[in-house]
């Protein structure tokens, strides 16, 4: 909470020292390794057992657009029954869609098979990450940390994103096709019943209607509604990088490599996090977003027009070092734009936005290799940032906090927040 923090200037150092952080952080951290390795290991897969990149673009898109519908209703519960009775259900279903995936894949089942068990894969997986944003926040409050915690599971999100794609990659192409899906299937299992078992560091439960307020949905907020848009073009560039860059080295010979060029675009995103996290900003977040994004969609453009792998890496480092400030200030908007009984279904909000924008890019882009060739499918990711930048700027008035919310930190500018967004 607030009152544990003690420095005017926040730091990594600082936050980590916040009471009972480590109780839920190394057991999210675990938890949330699969989020990175289910649409890559469904990607290899699939390709392997059909030989389409298009086929294996659908499924995977599937899996995202199912986890974006499902996970703010989701989201939605943990907030007012609690995370415990969400994730352990969750969790079991996901490792039985998996599980029956896999399975139809090796089957060689039909398509539709494949996507129909790709719905309840997608809509079930655990989303941990929104969970433990929602736990920094309850403990923080308004405080000059928030922003560092933001950064902070920016990192460990991008992290998860080094070590995931790498790890199914080597498991799919080093053991068996479907070795990467089992490692995700029961990494989830594990980390996600570990993470449930925290229940000390889990935000209050909102069944109840407080103070008379009527209860608030995250998507009514404007700003929410305008931060979707923004990541769903972030989540183009995931799906555009992970589709393009399995096309593009199963062309040239050399797949074993396309987990380290995705995990040199996810290290730049990293790193640009970490900076994040250590500098004490003056600008406001709203203006920081919009200025990040523009920088994104510029690095996108070369994408494309690159053949060579080792200028690939560098463009696709430069790209993964934009990325990480867009995602900060975007969730670091939540805690000024959205009260807290509903947060958890704003970072849900948000995570499934980038889902659903990954998997909307994994098929345009299978499909434009599949036609074009494998750099073809760099186009998606140009267009997906461009598009949301343009609404960005159309709509950026929607970002900036009201007065209101401006002071933070106390109980009686919360419930003045709560009480103006009731109204909205």
Not at 132 to 140: E, F, I, N
Request: proline share 6%; with cysteine; hydrophobic share 50%.
């Amino acid at each position: 909470m607030a009152s544990a923090v003690k420095d005017s200037r926040p730091g990594y150092g600082q936050l980590l020292r916040t009471p009972g952080a480590w109780t839920f952080l190394l057991p999210g951290f675990l938890a949330r390794q699969p989020f990175a390795m289910l649409t890559i290991g469904i990607v290899l897969l699939v390709q392997s057992t059909t030989g389409s990149y298009g086929t294996a673009g659908a499924v995977s898109a599937a899996t995202g657009v199912s986890m974006a519908l499902f996970a703010p209703q989701g989201g939605k519960l943990a907030d007012r029954f609690g995370q415990r009775a969400v994730l352990i259900p969750g969790v079991l279903v996901h490792a039985a869609g998996v599980s029956a995936l896999i399975a139809l894949a090796l089957a060689h089942a039909p398509l539709w098979a494949l996507l129909a068990v790709a719905v309840p894969t997608g809509a079930s997986t655990p989303q941990v990450g929104p969970m433990v944003r929602a736990r920094w926040a309850a403990k923080l409050g308004g405080s000059p940390l928030m922003p560092t915690a933001a950064a902070f599971e920016s990192v460990t999100d991008e992290f998860t994103f080094v070590v995931g794609p790498v790890l199914a990659t080597a498991l799919c192409t080093g053991i068996h096709p479907a070795a990467g899906l089992v490692a995700e299937a029961a990494l989830s299992l594990a980390g996600g019943l570990l993470f449930a078992s925290q229940r000390r560091t889990q935000p209050p439960v909102h069944r109840e209607r407080a103070a008379g307020l009527a209860r608030v949905s995250a998507l009514s907020v404007p700003g929410v509604r305008v931060l979707i848009v923004a990541f769903l073009g972030i989540g183009s560039v995931f799906g555009g990088m992970q589709v393009s860059l399995t096309a593009l080295t199963e062309h040239i010979g050399q797949p074993g490599i396309n987990g380290v060029l995705y995990g040199i675009f996810a290290g730049g995103n990293m790193l640009a996090g970490i900076a994040c996290g250590a500098i004490a900003w003056k600008v406001g977040p709203h203006r920081r977003l919009l200025v990040a994004y523009g920088l994104l969609a510029l690095a996108t453009t070369p994408l494309w027009a690159v053949t060579a792998v080792p200028l690939l890496g560098a463009v696709g480092l430069v790209v993964g070092l934009c990325i990480a400030p867009a995602l900060i200030t975007g969730y670091t908007l939540v805690e000024s734009l959205v009260p807290a009984t509903a947060r958890t279904e704003a970072f849900t909000w948000l995570t499934g936005a980038v889902a659903l924008g990954q998997a909307a890019a994994a098929t345009s882009a299978g499909q434009l290799a599949d036609r074009f060739g494998p750099n073809s499918g760099f186009l998606v990711p140009l267009a997906g940032t461009a598009l949301a930048l343009v609404v960005l700027l159309a709509l950026r008035t929607h970002l900036a906090p009201r007065s209101s919310m401006v002071v933070t930190g106390s109980a009686g500018a919360a419930e003045e927040r709560e009480r103006e967004l009731s109204r909205t």
